[in-house]
C-alpha cells in the first residue's frame, strides 16, 4: 500500500494507493482560515491534527503494510517555526492580502520586475517574500522567535518525522530561489531588505528530502518524502511532464500550469516558474487566486445547493442572457496572469430579469475564461489535462471545454496525493508504472459551434479586463 497526503487550504486528504494506482481509501478532514481586514491566517495545530486524523482513517480502513508516504500541501504564505518546531504565531495564507501596499510599492519602484528577472517569480501578497518583509516590519519580535520559515508541508514533515526545517526545490520557487542554479539568491533576498533574516529560509533539499515517520498518523518507521508542493505534485499526479502540455487545477485556486524546458525571463512579469526534480525541467505556473472559490461564494449568495449546479447551467443558453462576471474575488486582488492586488471581481448585466442560473452560468464561463488567459501565457501547445474539485461537474467540464476550445484529459480522484506518492517512490528507487498511475478517467471534447461563440466571447472578456485593471489601478 502506498499513502498520499494533501495538506489542502480548505481540506486535509490522506488516500491510500495499490501498486497500479488504484485508490482504495480516501480520508478528509475540513479546516478553517480565518479572515478578518485581508489578513488570512490558519491554525498549524488545527492542520497538524487534521492530518494525523486522516493517516489514522486510512491505514485503519486498509490495514496493509505501507511501502512509502508521500507528501504535499498548499504552497506560499509563512508558517513561522520555533527551534522546538512549535508555531510561532498563526500560519498566514498564501489567500493573505495584509501585504498588498508593499506589492504595490515595489510594483512602482522596479523592485517587482527586478525580481522576476532573476528568479521568474512575479510576488503577490500572499508569497514569502513580501509577507516577511511585512511581518519585519510590524511583528519583528515573531521573527525573533522563529527558527525557521517553512511551507505548510514542511511544517507537518518536520511534526511527522522530527527532522529539522527543510523545503524543496518546488516550494522555495517563489521568489528566493533562482531557477537556473536551483539555490536561493541572495540578491534578491537584499532586494527585499530580507538580508537580516536569511537565516529563516530553510535549507533546500534537492532531491526532496525523506525520513522515517515517529508514529503519529502513520506507523513508526513509515519511509516519507516531503515534497513536491501541491501544483507541480497534481502535474505529476496528471502525468504532465512533457514539455507543452498543460494542466488545469480547477480547486480553491485556479491554477494553469504547463511543462518547459525553455526558461524566459523576458515578457511581463507574471507567474512564477516551478522547479521540477529534472534540472532544466519546469513548470510555468499561472495560479489564479480564486477557482472554485468563485462558484462557491456565488452559491452562497443564491442559496444554491453544489448539487443543482449541473441543473442550472443547462437552464441558461451561453452566454447567460447577458449577465458577465470578472470573476476576480479574492481579497489580495490577482496574481496571474498580470498581478493587480486591487482588482475586485465584477458582475454586469444583472437586471431584474436576471436568474441564479444566468449568475451560476455566467460565474463559471468567467473562470473559464480567466484559465484560457492564464494557459494562454503559460505557453500551452500540447494535451490539456483537468482535475480538482470542479471536475466533479459534468456540466462544467463540458462548458469548459468550450470555453477553452479544447477536449480536456479528465483526471478525478486525489491527483496531489497520488502525484506524492509518485514523486516519493522515484525518491526512493521504488518502480511504479507513472502511464497507469496517471491515466485520464474520462476526456470530454469540445462543441464547435459553443467553441466559436466562445471565442468570441474570450475576446470580450479581455476588453472588459483591461477596463477593470485600469480602474483598479486608480483606486
Known amino acids: 500500500m502506498y499513502v498520499g497526503i494533501d495538506v489542502g487550504t480548505s481540506t486535509v486528504k490522506a488516500a491510500a494507493f495499490d501498486a497500479e494506482g488504484r485508490e482504495l481509501a480516501v480520508a478528509s478532514r475540513p479546516v478553517r482560515l480565518t479572515l478578518h481586514g485581508g489578513f488570512v491566517e490558519q491554525d498549524m495545530e488545527e492542520m497538524y491534527g487534521a492530518v494525523v486524523a486522516v493517516l489514522a482513517e486510512v491505514t485503519s480502513r486498509v490495514p496493509e503494510p505501507i511501502e512509502l508516504a508521500g507528501l504535499t500541501g498548499q504552497g506560499d504564505g509563512v508558517w513561522l517555526l520555533d527551534a522546538e518546531g512549535h508555531p510561532v504565531r498563526p500560519a498566514a495564507s498564501w489567500m493573505d492580502g495584509r501585504a498588498h501596499e508593499l506589492v504595490d510599492r515595489w510594483l512602482a519602484d522596479g523592485t517587482f520586475e527586478a525580481v522576476f528577472r532573476r528568479t521568474g517569480s512575479a510576488m503577490f501578497p500572499g508569497c514569502p517574500g513580501p509577507l516577511l518583509a511585512w511581518l519585519d516590519s510590524h511583528e519583528p519580535k515573531a521573527l525573533d522567535a522563529a527558527k525557521a520559515a517553512l511551507y505548510c508541508k514542511d511544517m507537518v514533515f518536520q511534526r511527522l518525522t522530527g527532522a529539522g526545517p527543510t523545503t524543496d526545490v518546488s516550494d522555495a520557487s517563489m521568489p528566493f530561489l533562482d531557477p537556473r542554479t536551483r539555490t536561493y539568491d541572495n540578491g534578491v533576498v537584499e532586494l527585499l531588505g530580507l538580508t537580516h533574516r536569511r537565516g529563516l529560509l530553510a535549507p533546500v533539499s534537492d532531491p526532496i528530502a525523506t525520513a522515517h515517520t515517529l508514529g503519529e498518523g502513520l506507523p513508526p518507521g513509515t519511509r516519507i518524502a516531503n515534497g513536491p ?35 524566459d525571463l523576458t515578457g511581463e512579469p507574471a507567474g512564477l516558474y516551478i522547479n521540477t526534480d529534472r534540472p532544466g525541467h519546469w513548470l510555468r505556473a499561472m495560479p489564479a487566486m480564486v477557482g472554485t472559490a468563485a462558484l462557491d461564494w456565488v452559491l452562497s449568495t443564491t442559496g ?20 458577465r462576471v470578472l470573476p476576480y474575488f479574492a481579497p489580495s486582488g490577482e496574481r496571474a496572469p498580470f498581478v493587480e492586488p486591487r482588482l475586485r471581481a465584477e458582475l454586469t448585466g444583472v437586471s431584474l430579469e436576471s436568474t441564479p442560473a444566468d449568475l451560476i452560468r455566467a460565474t463559471c464561463e468567467g473562470i473559464g475564461y480567466a484559465a484560457r488567459h492564464c494557459l494562454q501565457a503559460a505557453g500551452l501547445t500540447g494535451t490539456l489535462a483537468v482535475c480538482g474539485g470542479g471536475t466533479r461537474s459534468p456540466a462544467w467540464m463540458r462548458l469548459l471545454a468550450d470555453v477553452l476550445g479544447r477536449p480536456l484529459r479528465v483526471v478525478e480522484g486525489e491527483v496531489g496525493a497520488r502525484g506524492a506518492v509518485l514523486a516519493a517512490a522515484e525518491r526512493y528507487g521504488v ?8 491515466r485520464p478517467t474520462a476526456v470530454v471534447e469540445p462543441d464547435p459551434g459553443r467553441a466559436a461563440y466562445y471565442a468570441k466571447g474570450y475576446e470580450e472578456h479581455l476588453a472588459r479586463l483591461t477596463e477593470a485593471r485600469g480602474r483598479a489601478r486608480r483606486i
Open 229 to 263: 508542493y501541491d501544483l507541480p505534485a497534481c502535474a505529476l499526479g496528471a502525468g504532465v511532464t512533457s514539455p507543452g502540455d498543460g494542466l488545469l487545477i480547477v480547486g480553491t485556486c485556479l491554477a494553469s500550469l504547463v511543462a518547459t524546458t525553455d526558461l
Open 431 to 438: 518502480v511504479l508504472d507513472a502511464e497507469v498511475w496517471t
Open 304 to 323: 444554491v445547493r453544489h448539487e443543482e449546479v449541473d441543473g442550472l447551467l443547462a437552464e441558461t443558453p451561453p452566454g447567460a442572457h447577458g449577465v
